[in-house]
């Protein structure tokens, strides 16, 4: 209930009365055999119950209850193996629950049996833990021999809680706008403050390092991210965002295109209504539209169709109780699974599919083609969205207007639907990338996100493409611990001498648009964007103002520059600012750092020979 007063004052309100009423439920649900429509058979057993059943949705079970579950669950699953990827800053394993009817827990083995991998992840968002509940009780029916079909379907990873610190950080008061579990949720970030649902693409976090690396060595072809919305109330229980062609290539997208439709359809059959993911347009006026797209590489949406995986965004409605929620991500489990048991070889083409095609275009001999550096909003379609009834109030707190919705009401309306991207800024794809030496923050990136990187054995000569940066703006306050920066940019055609130790990123690999995001100075979530790369901008070394004068005293009998001094000290703003014009002559001596504005990466025009 957002902005509500009257919730801030927890019990005793409308969520004690629904904390009653929810009890109830749970004692005529025979021992809390989950929501209405699923699943089909006889209720669980009380000891086969999850934590969160157990509770009546009211509490989820923290995680190293969580980990004890999963524990029980592999001792009676073969199928079910548990493995650590890393561990967190504050010390807990971070845990992967691998389910393989061919008990093949390994990559190679999960492979060979040709079948898509599946990666569910749950709790980026520690507080929006629905998708960790809903894998509990899904892992739990195939435990008790229910739904064993939905075995064949995928070797799936699950990540029980992917922010696991976050996680243990409980309170009744995180996520003020979400309705459950009452008795507390985990919180949003990890606990430095960084948003993990922000660091695909740079890998800052301990966190994110360790499950891109589980990415790399199993290289699942299915990303699914489950989080809980925030924002407006309307009817669907389970809203989703997904990455589609263009962003998407174009084989994984028809994949996508002909599966989809048909998992919504079993989801609202099983009684869980469902629609995109909706974030308005106009903050108080739901008549100008929803904007679907959750498209930079920062998010997972954004960072798998770089690697040309297809991803579901999941947020389930925050307005929705807990039982509610976990039900519906448990139906779209089940429903995503039984659909992956036909459609799963087709996914696994399409993924080989498009990843040579990613090759085949950054091959040296390959006719020239473009990379798509960043996108913006394609042209809206419409949508029908179920709202509930709503009145726009001005709120005495903030005094700006705001929507206060009627639960259980509708008021559905036909809107603009922002739903895809078309390119906003493309560049001719180069042969690779080359990063002088010396440089970590770039060097551990591409080591991080597995790209193929080498290093030239002795130094060359290259045809490349120089950028040079300018005017740099600044970000007025941090954003993930973090001043962004926003350059000009200047490319130019240069043959340079590069030293041995040079990288050499080649484009013929499959995963080379995360390259392409992470060293293209325009890419939103550049390096040089988050600021890795500041240095640059800097000046580091000074000329004393006696060894300036000589030098401008003789550069000045020069009858060309003194005319061009004398037009600067035109502007009178220069000719006012000691500063700038220190800077014009300390340009014009040798000792001036040729480096400085010149970002540590070329565009490679040509792929060098490899050694
Ligand atoms: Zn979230």
Redesign the pocket.
Known sequence: MPGSGTELGRPGTRRARRRAAVAVLAGLALAGAAHGQAPPEAPVAPDWRTPAEAAGYEATPSYAETLAYLARLAARLPELSLESFGVSPQGRPLTVAILSKERAFTPAAARATGKPIVLIENG??AG?IDGKDACLELLRDLALGRQRELLDAATLLVVPVYNVDGHERVSPWNRPNQDGPVRGMGF?TTADGHDL?RDWLKLETPEARALVGLVNRWRPHLDVDV??TDGVDLAWVFTYGLAEAPRLSAPVDAWLQARWPGVVAALERAGHGAGPYVSLVAEADPAQGIDSRVGEPRFSTGYFPLRNRPVVLV?THARKPYRQRVAAVRAFLGALLEDLRASGPALVAAVEEAERATVARGRPDAPPSEVVVAWRAAEPERIRVPFSDWTVERSSATGRDFLRFRPGTGRALEVPWLRRDVPAVALPRPRGYLVLPGWPAIESRLADHGLVVERLPEGRELEVETMRLSGPVFAARPYQGRTRVTPEVLRARERRALPAGTLWVPADQPDFEVAVQLLEPEAPDSLLAWGFLSTVFENKEYIDTWRLEDFALRALADPAVAAEWSRALEDEAFAADSRARYLWWFRRTPHWDRTVGELPVLRALEAPARP
């Open positions: 980026i968002h929006e949003r649902n989080h809980v947020e």
